[in-house]
């Protein structure tokens, strides 16, 4: 996470200038993170605070804009504070993010936890020189984290987007509670499926969120290998090969080819054996089948009109789900 160290360096050094004053008055510099997310769906509370419990921290839970609450704006912000460095902050925050990314997959609740941090909303390098100069420090507003010193002397920008459905705060706080279990033991390729499922979740296209789904499983599958047995049947195959003498330098070639490319078998495959060995067998036909007309609708070959592809979504949507909630299941057991 080289680019995530660096953002956090960045940020310590855009505060420089209000820690030397701290130090210089023999203050204790704490430190402040913030997580600003989308939700695909607006919490249905007519309130603008929710507080829940993460790590053992208190996360305070605030529509993006103050002036709405949560029923009205489907930008949230997750802040905890009083950190002693920044990188603890960081980590937090991070730790936070992917917990609530993988959560909010497990559980069918679509939401963008920026895991880019990038800056939504900028306010040129001048106005916030001036700002600095009657000391208060600007932020950018952030689709992400973000790590600044805790003080009151902090201003931010806000950006929103609303949505059409309402949902309970208690399914996120729900998340936040089971999520560290669930993200204990979480590989990049993990999180990343996760990402992609929230990406199927929160897409506006029936193919789009297709995909995303049937992509955040071939992901996970990818790390399925040959059986011991089979890869040194492989292995032994060429020098079998090699004393045949039914076949002429020509399809020995060929078949070398063919043998070499066997030491990466297909995705399809893959994906059938990381579905056996989640204990999912029982949906394996059904995944099948879908696979099948995905790639045909996918590849051009197979029409399917608009109602078809939202069936098609609903049944990845359930059989990704089954098969990502397994797979983080089976880490967290580990």
């Known amino acids: 996470m080289d680019e995530f160290a660096e953002y956090i360096r960045e940020k310590k050094k855009a505060f420089d200038q209000y820690i030397e004053v701290k130090r210089a008055a023999g203050s204790a510099i704490k430190w402040?993170?913030?997580?600003?997310?989308?939700?695909?769906?607006?919490?249905?509370?007519?309130?603008?605070?929710?507080?829940?419990?993460?790590?053992?921290?208190?996360?305070?839970?605030?529509?993006?804009?103050?002036?709405?609450?949560?029923r009205e704006d489907n930008w949230i912000v997750l802040t905890a504070c009083r950190f002693a460095t920044a990188d603890e902050a960081a980590e937090f925050g991070s730790a936070l993010q992917s917990a609530l990314a993988i959560g909010g997959a497990v559980s069918g609740v679509g939401m963008d936890v920026g895991v880019e941090n990038?800056?939504?909303?900028?306010?040129?390098?001048?106005?916030k020189e001036a700002i600095a100069k009657a000391g208060q420090f600007w932020?950018?507003?952030?689709?992400?984290?973000?790590?600044?010193?805790?003080?009151?002397?902090?201003?931010?920008?806000?950006?929103?987007?609303?949505?059409?459905?309402l949902r309970s705060s208690d399914r996120l706080?729900?998340?936040?509670?089971?999520?560290?279990?669930?993200?204990?033991?979480?590989?990049?390729?993990?999180?990343?499926?996760?990402?992609?499922?929230?990406?199927?979740?929160?897409?506006?296209?029936?193919?789009?969120?297709?995909?995303?789904?049937?992509?955040?499983?071939?992901?996970?599958?990818?790390?399925?290998k040959w059986s011991v047995a089979q890869l040194a049947w492989i292995k032994h195959a060429p020098s079998y090969l090699a004393t045949a003498t039914d076949l002429s330098d020509t399809e020995k070639a060929e078949l070398q080819a063919g043998i070499l490319g066997m030491l990466n078998f297909g995705v399809s495959i893959k994906v059938r054996r990381l579905i056996e060995q989640l204990g999912l067998s029982d949906i394996r036909q059904r995944w099948d089948e879908l696979y099948s007309k995905r790639s045909k609708f996918l590849h051009g070959a197979?029409?399917?009109?608009?109602?078809?592809?939202?069936?098609?979504?609903?049944d990845a949507k359930e059989l990704?789900?089954?098969?990502?909630?397994?797979?983080v299941q089976k880490l967290a057991k580990k």
Do not use: C, W
């Open 32 to 70: 402040r993170v913030r997580l600003r997310i989308r939700l695909g769906d607006r919490l249905s509370d007519e309130t603008r605070l929710i507080k829940a419990k993460f790590h053992g921290r208190v996360v305070t839970i605030k529509p993006s804009n103050a002036a709405l609450n949560f």
């Open 302 to 314: 197979q029409y399917m009109s608009y109602r078809d592809l939202l069936n098609m979504q609903s």
């Open 173 to 224: 706080i729900e998340i936040m509670r089971q999520a560290p279990s669930r993200s204990g033991r979480v590989s990049h390729r993990t999180l990343t499926a996760a990402l992609m499922m929230n990406g199927g979740l929160m897409a506006s296209h029936p193919a789009a969120a297709l995909a995303l789904y049937v992509g955040a499983v071939e992901l996970l599958a990818a790390e399925e």
């Open 118 to 127: 990038t800056a939504t909303v900028r306010v040129g390098e001048v106005i």
């Open 139 to 165: 932020l950018d507003e952030v689709h992400g984290i973000n790590v600044y010193p805790d003080a009151p002397v902090v201003l931010t920008s806000f950006g929103k987007l609303k949505a059409s459905v």
């Open 320 to 327: 990704a789900s089954l098969i990502v909630s397994a797979h």
